[in-house]
């Protein structure tokens, strides 16, 4: 049983360069989320997905895009790597308001 | 809108004494309401959660929270800590939504 897979788990970039995170759940949930984790912040989302074709801006949307593929896959790009991004980006889902929230294990990015 | 506050970013305790981290939240909904936890280099792990019904909710691991509406927190315990329980503790609130927010976090330290 997989739950929530991220890929890939750690990257290196230099300022400027873009990527893309991915994500995919097996579990058929409709909503997607991807968060981002740095010290003493906690987690704070940066964008998510409701539903399948639908994207809405979290709290520190800025300098990120996501794509919502299909129910089970939601990538998060970084279009323009600047040190500030580097952080620890945690991918989750869940069926249904009030549920549950699952995550995957984390992808450790570091920009420099 | 929903928030959450988590008294106290560092928690110790010794070992067989009891755990008490505490959850404050704000919702201008009746909440749905998480515990996770998180161990060294991995993702977050449900420990329990209050959605309706009966207010004290026993979760994993021996944990156990009170929902106190008066009081709106949702204080984490467990009567005797373990070495094991070391590790980051995260509170959640989700409301009707599909946002979902989390506090800073709070780690704890248990002494032997």
């Known amino acids: 049983n997989a739950g929530v897979t991220q890929t890939p788990k750690f990257q290196v970039l230099k300022t400027g360069q873009s990527m893309t995170l991915q994500c995919a759940q097996d579990?058929?949930?409709?909503?997607m989320y991807w968060y981002r984790q740095d010290p003493g912040m906690g987690l704070r989302l940066i964008y998510y997905?409701?539903?399948?074709?639908?994207?809405d801006k979290g709290e520190v949307p800025n300098g990120y895009n996501v794509s919502r593929l299909n129910k089970r896959e939601f990538s998060l790009r970084l279009e323009s790597a600047a040190p500030s991004q580097t952080s620890v980006y945690f991918c989750?889902?869940?069926?249904?308001?009030?549920?549950?929230?699952?995550f995957g294990e984390g992808s450790w990015l570091t920009v420099v | 809108a929903q928030s959450v506050t988590q008294l106290g970013s560092h928690v110790s305790v010794s070992e067989g004494a009891l755990v008490l981290l505490r959850c404050n939240y704000s919702?201008?909904?009746?909440?749905?309401l998480f515990w996770y936890v998180q161990y060294p280099n991995q993702g977050l792990q449900l420990l329990l959660k209050?959605?309706?019904?009966?207010?004290l909710v026993k979760g994993i691991n021996g944990f156990e929270a009170e929902f106190k509406k008066s009081e709106t927190s949702f204080h984490l315990t467990k009567p005797s800590a373990h070495m094991s329980d070391a590790a980051e503790y995260f509170c959640?609130?989700?409301?009707?939504?599909?946002?979902?927010?989390f506090g800073t976090g709070t780690s704890l330290t248990v002494i032997p």
């Open positions: 579990m058929n949930h409709n909503s």
């Open positions: 997905s409701a539903s399948e074709g639908t994207t």
């Open positions: 209050y959605t309706t019904g009966a207010t």
């Open positions: 989750a889902s869940r069926k249904a308001s009030g549920n549950t929230i699952y």
């Open positions: 959640a609130v989700s409301g009707i939504g599909n946002q979902f927010y």
């Open positions: 919702s201008s909904v009746p909440p749905y």
